[in-house]
Structures are given as C-alpha cells and as structure tokens.
C-alpha cells in the first residue's frame, strides 16, 4: 500500500488533553493511509481447523478525545452462521461477551491494549444471544455448534454502534430490540433503553422501531456535539408493516433521542437502491449536519464480483420532516393509509408531503483510497480533527457461514489474506 501520510498538523488539528493538571497538549499525529490489528488473538478454532479471531471489533468505531492515537473498536454479537432452519442462527461462542477493545495507533498498527466486557446493571457479563419475544425478539432461534438450541436471553446485545460521551461513559446501539444501552467506563449497564419500556431504567423510544428486520436494526449511533441529543441510524427499512413492504422500500428511520428528557423525533432517509445492504454508521459533524456510510455486501476488488458500492454521505435535517407519531402506534404514523416504508422511495415520500433528510456524496471508499477497499463491511465512522475521516471495519472474527451451519476463514478476494479489522484514513472535504 502507497504509505502516503495525512498530516494533521498542516491543518492545525491541534486537541487538548482533559488533564488541566499538568497542562499536557495532545498533538494529533500524521495518520497513514491505513493501519490493521497486529496479531489478533484466536478466540477459537473449530473441530474441522479453523481459526475464529478475536478479532471481531470494528463495528463502531470512537476515538479517544484525550489521545490522538487510541481508538475504541466495538465487537457484535459474536461468531454466527445461518442454520439449516428458518430463522435458526449458529452461534460459534455462545458464551460470547460483546466487548470495547481500546486499541492504540502504534508504528502504523493497531495495537490491542485493554478490553471492555459490557455488562448488565448488576454487573454480569452480558451475550450476544437474541432476546425473548416482547423484550427484543427478531424471531431468530439460536443453537451451539453442537446443534444444541440455546434460549434466548434478556442480557443479549447485538452491539453495532458507539458513542463515547464527554465523562468517559459509551452509549450503544443495537440490532436486537432495538436497544440503544447506556454504559458506565467499565463497560456496566447504567440504563437500557427500547420500544417495550423492558429495560433497565424503563425508558421507551417509539414502538414502530420494534418492526426493524433482523439483523439489520440500529446500525448506527451518534451525539450531536454539545452532547444532549443521540442519533441513531437503522441499517434497512423496516418491515413495516411486512417483509414484503420492506424488501420493495429504500426508506429508513433516523431517530433523534433527546438524553435528558427522552423526547424523540424521526426523519426519512433515502438510500439508493433496494439492493443495497443499507447505512452502517452515522457521525455527526454538528447539531443537525452528519456522515453517513451506505454500501452493498460485497469484497471491493473481488475478479469474480466486485463491490460496486460503498460511499460516505454528507445528511442535513434541516428542512426535513419529523415523521414522528403523536399516538406512538406500531406502526408509525400512516400517510393516505401507508406506512413511511410503503411510500417506497423519494417520489413517493414527497407525495405524501414528507421532505427526507439531504443528501450529498462526500467519499466514494472505492474510487478515492489510493489502494483497492478490499472489505466487504465497512462499518465504523469518526470524525477527527483536520477532517480527517477514519473508516472501520467489521472483519466478523476472521470468518464466516460455510453454508453448512459452521465457519470457513474469511478470506478477501483482493489480497487472498484473512479478514481483520482496519482503519482506514482519509481527508475528505465539508
């Protein structure tokens, strides 16, 4: 790879340590084009020889304010593959914890330094397990490798994306519920938030959430930067009020959830095609503009069937409409007798007299690196000083389904080595 530098310092993205004690000043080094985990540890290796990695991190990505050079990574729910069944998921490592792993920019590697295990509100280690109907179901059955049904759990997180607040606490997201869960610095529930009020602390946001597709939840999770208001992206639209209606729409919901009172609003995005996997991370640039990253589910640079689309966006909501409903149905609130999602795309949504968020290309992952973007999941967004943008990975721990209920190494098209997780640097223009 071409080892061009982006030098923060010809922007003078300059950023003061926290500590007012000693005065340290936090200089923000030059970034290389792309840094990937040293050495991830093997998490498992399965009966027939292959190696699951932990690894796993890069669903989100938060850098840390107080150092320029440490980034949090954020694992999912674990190692799975889709089972012989309907809706039958194959988890790996069922005793998985989804953890943060704070890693540290070193010699142009991703350097492992602490890990983050999340935790309920009494302190146990939560899984990745769905949840029981009613508390976060998506219907999905889970089963061990051994072909042994494993039931569901309230604990269960699908973590996707992260926001790390001012006082050093996580906000996280989830595919599940969906959850958006509060974190204390050592990884321990402070509250859990969905559309059945079941979680700790007993906050709701609005019901129609709940019609999410699985596995394609709350994909994406921001703070606008005076650090009152969360912003959460769903990945797909949902399948509102059926999987039908959600399979023919480009529509997806933005929720705004205001911390202190839990008031939310929502807005309609349009993504571009239905063929697309979805949004898979958003981050503010401030209180109404963010970054969006929206792609397909394919390896950039594979000879056989190469990505075609993986693309940053800039999104405004001002102007926008607040499609949030007053009566909180589940449903959502209807236009002509329609759901948002069965208004289908930007004609249908400016019929019914709704304006979506705007929307601009900024980055093109496939067209702009100076190398080939060899992921298939780009997932992770942060904004750092300079505009400089980092791009994260989820490399799904160096795997994946072999199509018969287990694992074969995720190997990527482009370089014939396994997936791990990356960062990626690029400095783009607002």
């Known amino acids: 790879m ?24 936090n200089i923000a080094p030059p970034y290389p084009d792309m840094a990937e985990a040293a050495d991830p540890a093997v998490l498992m290796t399965t009966a027939d020889g292959v190696k699951v990695y932990n690894g796993g ?12 050079n440490v980034f949090y990574l954020l694992t999912d729910r674990g190692p799975n593959a889709a089972g012989s069944t309907a809706n039958a998921i194959i ?37 990745g397990l769905p949840n029981p109907i009613n ?38 997201s989830d595919e599940y519920g969906p959850h958006i869960v509060h974190f204390d610095a050592a990884g321990r ?29 709350m994909e994406g999770l921001t703070i606008t930067p005076d650090g009152k208001t969360l912003v959460g992206m769903m990945q797909s639209p949902m399948l509102n009020p059926t999987k039908a209606a959600g399979a023919a729409s480009t529509i997806l919901r933005i929720l705004t ?53 993986k693309k940053v966006f800039k999104i405004s909501l001002t102007g926008a409409t607040d499609i949030s409903d007053e009566a909180n149905g589940a449903n959502g609130k209807l236009y ?22 705007s929307k601009t290309l900024v980055l093109d992952l496939l067209k702009d690196l100076p190398t080939v973007y060899p992921h298939d999941k780009a997932e992770g967004l942060a904004l750092l000083p300079g505009n400089i943008l980092a791009i994260s ?30 960062i990626y640097f690029v400095k783009i223009k607002l």
Request: with cysteine.
């Open 2 to 25: 071409k080892k061009t530098l982006l030098t923060l310092f010809a922007f003078s993205a300059i950023a003061f340590s926290a500590c007012k004690k000693d005065h340290k000043v």
């Open 393 to 422: 990975n989820d490399d799904d721990f160096g795997v994946l389904d072999n199509g018969k209920g287990g694992f074969a190494a995720k190997i990527l098209p482009a370089t014939n080595t396994v997936d791990h997780n990356s």
């Open 257 to 309: 959830f205001d911390i202190a009172s839990g008031a939310t609003k929502q807005y309609a995005y349009v993504m571009d095609n239905v063929s697309l996997t979805g949004v898979s991370d958003i981050v503010a640039v401030n209180a109404t503009t963010f970054l969006t990253i929206e792609r397909d589910g394919l390896y950039g640079g594979d000879p056989k069937k190469p990505a075609t689309f």
């Open 336 to 357: 002509g007798g329609k759901t948002v999602e069965e208004l289908n795309d930007q004609a249908g949504l400016q019929g019914a007299g709704i304006t979506p968020v």
């Open 57 to 68: 991190f890069g669903s989100a990505i938060a850098p840390d304010p107080k150092d320029a």
């Open 189 to 217: 529930t402070i509250e859990r938030i969905n559309p059945f009020g079941t979680g700790t602390g007993g906050r709701k946001i609005p019901l129609v959430f709940a019609k999410r597709k699985p596995n394609r939840g």
């Open 135 to 172: 508390e976060g179901g998506t219907g999905e059955i889970a089963f061990d490798l051994n072909g042994n049904q494993v039931a569901p759990s309230a604990d269960g997180i699908d973590s996707e994306g992260m926001v790390l607040a001012s006082d050093g606490s996580f906000w996280i």
């Open 91 to 127: 988890f790996g490592k069922a005793d998985f914890t989804p953890e943060i792993g704070k890693f540290r920019l070193k010699d142009g590697k991703l350097v492992l330094e602490q890990t983050i295990q999340l935790k309920n509100a009494a302190g146990q280690p939560l899984n």
